[in-house]
Each structure stands twice: as structure tokens, then as C-alpha cells.
């Protein structure tokens, strides 16, 4: 017994054209986006703000958030669902008892702000001062940490980065996750430095990135 997903007509995990989902779901008719339903992170996302018609430049979804686009061609709607990934570190791992199971806490990484800061997750795998990639639910009553994997960790030299784009360590370039920290042209000064990135689940898109070690 338990609640599971359906299975959804598309997936993607990088920023998407509309016109790219028309014709990947063999659209002959444009749907208006009155008949378009988007939920993010569990949550209804308000009115969908474009039409699915065919060459629409138009994108939904964005790199490293896992897209699921399900088509009702009876009614003809469509519905988005979104699924960002966040990073944190564990704050404390607490062994299960007899009247609760194991879990874990987790809090903030410098310069950026999680949103299941201080709640607890469910789990033995974890162990304090982990870096985690998480995905969180905003749905009404829930407001919970739904699934924690390890992050990915990369160290070496940065050899270069663009703006807002990505960053290459070691002459492997990583693109930046729609969640990811902020690359900026101040960076310029890490250039040739040690540095950390965390990467999440899809391995390419970068979640963090540490200050230069010291």
C-alpha cells in the first residue's frame, strides 16, 4: 500500500522549448494554456503563462530540474510537473530508538539557502557533516524533504568559468543547476585555484561551489 506516480508521456531535466514537447508528443493541434496545469516542487504553480504550439521558443523546466510532462489527449491538457534538487549539509544523524526511526537533519551550505533547513529525513545512510542532494516538497501539509542521495564531490583546479553558465575543474566543465550558487565575474579570482564543486544527481549540473581551499 502507498502512493505512487504515474508514468509521464516525457521526461526531461534540462530547460525545454515548448515547441521541442509539441512535437516530441506528436502534436498536430495547439493546446491553449488554459488547459496547461504546472506544479512545482508539489506545488500548484499559478496560470501557465504560454500556449503549446508548434516552433515556440518558450521554455518550462530548467537544467538539472527533472521535468514530467503527462498528456491527456482526451481532454487534450497537459500537466507539468517539476522537481528541483537542493543541497545541504547534515547537521546531526540520529540512530533510530524505540519509538522512532533513524534520521537525519540538515542545514544550509554557505551562500545558499535550502529549503528543508532544519527539517528531518527519514534514513541510516547519512552521517554528520554529509553534503546531500535532496528534492522537497511544498505541497500543503507536507512541506517535507522527500528524497537524499549524496552529492557528488569534484576538487581540483579551476581552469575557467562562464558567468551564470558553468565552470571547469580540472578540463571537465560542469553547467550550472537552476538552483545552483551564483557564478559571477568575481570569481575571476579562484582562476588557478583549488576549489570544491558539488554536482547533483545528473552528474553535469553544478550545485555548489566552495570558496578556494586553503
Do not use: W
Amino acid at each position: 500500500i502507498g502512493t505512487y506516480a504515474d508514468t509521464p508521456d516525457l521526461t526531461y531535466t534540462a530547460g525545454t522549448k515548448i515547441g521541442t514537447i509539441y512535437s516530441d508528443l506528436g502534436l498536430s493541434d495547439g493546446i491553449s494554456k488554459k488547459n496547461v496545469t504546472e506544479y512545482v516542487d508539489g506545488d500548484y504553480a499559478g496560470a501557465f503563462a504560454y500556449d503549446i504550439v508548434k516552433g515556440s521558443k518558450d521554455k518550462v523546466g530548467g537544467n538539472g530540474v527533472l521535468l514530467n510532462v503527462y498528456y491527456n489527449d482526451d481532454a487534450e491538457t497537459i500537466t507539468f510537473v517539476e522537481v528541483n534538487t537542493y543541497i545541504g549539509k547534515v547537521t546531526a544523524a540520529y540512530p533510530d530508538t524505540t519509538t522512532k526511526d533513524a534520521y537525519v537533519k540538515v542545514k544550509d551550505m554557505d551562500g545558499y539557502a535550502c529549503p528543508g533547513a532544519g527539517k528531518e529525513f527519514e534514513t541510516e545512510s547519512f552521517k554528520k557533516n554529509d553534503v546531500v542532494a535532496y528534492t522537497y516538497s511544498n505541497k500543503a501539509g507536507e512541506n517535507s524533504i522527500q528524497s537524499m542521495a549524496l552529492a557528488e564531490k569534484v576538487t581540483g583546479k579551476m581552469n575557467g568559468f562562464t558567468a551564470e553558465k558553468n565552470v571547469t575543474v580540472d578540463g571537465t566543465t560542469y553547467k550550472k543547476s537552476a538552483n545552483g550558487t551564483s557564478i559571477t565575474p568575481g570569481m575571476n579570482t579562484s582562476v588557478g585555484k583549488d576549489v570544491t564543486v558539488y554536482l547533483d544527481q545528473y552528474g553535469l549540473s553544478l550545485i555548489h561551489i566552495s570558496e578556494p581551499t586553503r
